[in-house]
Nanobody, 126 residues
Framework: QVQLVESGGGLVQPGGSLRLSCAAS????????IGWLRQAPGKEREGVSC???????YYADSVKGRFTISRDNARDTVYLEMNNLKPEDTAVYYC????????????????????WGQGTQVNVSS
């Protein structure tokens, strides 16, 4: 079974930083668009960021300017660098493959996610 594996979560104070990693077991990430999504307690899962195979990126407005998604094809890993973290960023973060990408007015969107990982917990608290 294809699955992604997230790592890098933890507890951090407001204003702090974390870097999440997403790797795959049994397949190569290189040719896939990969998204990061998160789910906070009592809330619906939301898309945070996405990166296509050629490096185009999408960010939710809530994280734009603070989070950076990147991919290292040599390591077959996708990263989410999170800076200036806020308590509202507290959630379980998941990575997944995006089965559908499109552009609206030059802005990338990703959807039809699958191959979910187990998630990594991010807690932002003082």
């Amino acid at each position: 079974q294809v699955q992604l594996v997230e790592s890098g979560g933890g507890l951090v104070q407001p204003g702090g930083s974390l870097r999440l990693s997403c790797a795959a077991s049994r397949f190569t990430l290189t040719n896939y668009a990969i998204g990061w999504l998160r789910q906070a307690p009592g809330k619906e899962r939301e898309g945070v960021s996405c990166i296509t195979s050629d490096g185009s990126t999408y960010y939710a407005d809530s994280v734009k300017g603070r989070f950076t998604i990147s991919r290292d094809n040599a390591r077959d890993t996708v990263y989410l660098e999170m800076n200036n973290l806020k308590p509202e960023d507290t959630a379980v973060y998941y990575c997944a493959t995006a089965g559908f990408i499109q552009y609206h007015g030059g802005r990338l969107t990703c959807s039809s996610y699958s191959d979910w990982g187990q998630g990594t917990q991010v807690n932002v608290s003082s």
